[in-house]
């Protein structure tokens, strides 16, 4: 009996990198593949307390099902957190709670994607925005970047040819997986762009707290006078992943999409892990916990730049991120950055994620991403010192 699949399951892959990522799990593997938080700054203790506060003061409220949009004081709190870090000016009815903001990436797919219609994103671009878009059938275009971020003049050019782009997918701060974040002017000419065809954008955000030198930069959102931009923000890199509190703040038009989708997928956002969230907000000072995970995850970076500087051979460059937390290394052309993880970094021990799964159409073989935000700096600069021979070796067949 053959099983019949929908056809959209066809594009839904993801596994060819799972499969490697199987073999970085290893125990005696230096892996920069991940992309998470370390564990040791998590906030444990003051979760302890905050939920036992939740559940003492207000626990048949935190037990029970809450509003689709999700819970009023932790939507105030993330409202009044991206008016002062991000120059928005948004009101807590403006956001929605998400389970993650990996699920407000879902939701876009399937709030503007027919099969075939047209997504814009960067070149490379997230993978899990990528796969999440696939399964309604879209085509990529993926619009040429430089050290800052997406090409403007490409932009238009794209726009002016193609009138299937349904919305552009775009990360300006940080970006997964390139590190780069786009620069003030390049952030202006984007939103005339945008402004003029009067296309969606998502503004994916997760990083941009995490900002470890030079000045913070408005958000796209902040510059958004028609409500075209959807920010997606999430706790997840400046508290914890495991809480999966996400969220969309959009035009009352677009978040009423939203909401429905929201109701039909899962009706809300765990109640109690907003609850606990908001309460965190209230009696702990979230600055200075943001301010620790600058400190530690800059020295990381550092210590990495450090060493590739060392080790690198000569036609390897890699990218300088001021916040987030990836660096992107460009090969040499011609050397395949999958091949060299199995024949040559995984024998020696470390690993990282080829970059061409972060090309939504493919290519760019000598790319790969590494991360620094998840390891002591003894093993980061025994890593790197190991890449560089495995690099080497490759370099020199
Ligand atoms: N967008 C980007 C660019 C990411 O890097 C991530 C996490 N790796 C996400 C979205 C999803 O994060 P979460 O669902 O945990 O909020």
Request: proline share 6%; net charge negative; glycine share 6%.
């Amino acid at each position: 009996m053959a099983i019949r699949f929908a056809e959209r399951t066809n594009n839904m892959e993801g596994s060819a990198i799972r499969e490697l990522l199987k073999l970085t799990q290893r125990p005696e593997v230096i892996s920069f593949a991940g992309g998470m938080p370390a564990p040791e700054l998590f906030p444990v203790d003051a979760m302890i307390d905050v939920s036992r506060q939740v559940l003492e003061e207000n626990g048949r409220v935190a037990m029970q099902y809450t509003t689709t949009e999700g819970y009023a004081p932790l939507r105030e709190h993330l409202a009044k957190r991206m008016n002062d870090k991000l120059n928005t000016n948004v009101v807590a009815d403006d956001l929605l709670i998400t389970n993650g903001s990996q699920q407000c990436l879902d939701f876009i797919g399937k709030i503007f994607l027919d099969k075939d219609d047209i997504v814009l994103c960067e070149s490379p671009s997230y993978l899990g925005a990528i796969n999440a878009f696939n399964a309604y059938q879209p085509k990529f275009i993926d619009v040429p970047t430089d050290e800052n971020g997406m090409i403007m003049e490409e932009l238009e050019k794209i726009l002016e040819e193609n009138d299937r782009v349904k919305f552009i997918y775009v990360i300006p701060d940080f970006q997964n997986p390139s590190g780069r974040t786009w620069p003030l002017e390049r952030r202006k000419k984007f939103m005339e762009i945008v402004n003029k065809y009067e296309i969606p954008v998502a503004e994916d955000n997760p990083y941009g707290e995490l900002r470890y030198e030079g000045e913070y930069l408005p958000s796209l959102k902040s510059m958004d006078t028609k409500g075209l931009v959807m920010f997606l923000g999430t706790l997840s890199k400046v508290l914890s992943p495991g809480y999966r509190i996400g969220w969309v703040a959009a035009a009352p038009e677009i978040l009423a999409k939203f909401n429905v989708i929201k109701q039909a997928a899962d009706l809300q956002a765990s109640t109690i892990s907003q609850m606990e969230m908001a309460k965190f907000f209230d009696v702990y000072d979230v600055d200075a916990h943001v301010e620790k995970l600058r400190e530690v995850y800059g020295h990381r970076r550092t210590v990495m730049l450090d060493a590739m500087k060392e080790h690198f051979p000569e036609g390897v460059t890699y990218t300088y991120p001021n916040g987030g937390l990836f660096t992107w290394v460009i090969l040499p052309e011609g050397i395949d950055a999958s091949v060299l993880q199995k024949e040559k970094a995984l024998p020696h021990n470390v690993a990282f994620v080829p970059g061409e799964p972060f090309f939504p159409n493919g290519g760019h073989a000598n790319t790969f991403r590494m991360n620094y935000s998840n390891m002591p700096d003894d093993k980061i600069k025994e890593g790197i010192r190991l890449l560089g021979l495995a690099i080497k070796e490759a370099i020199d067949e």
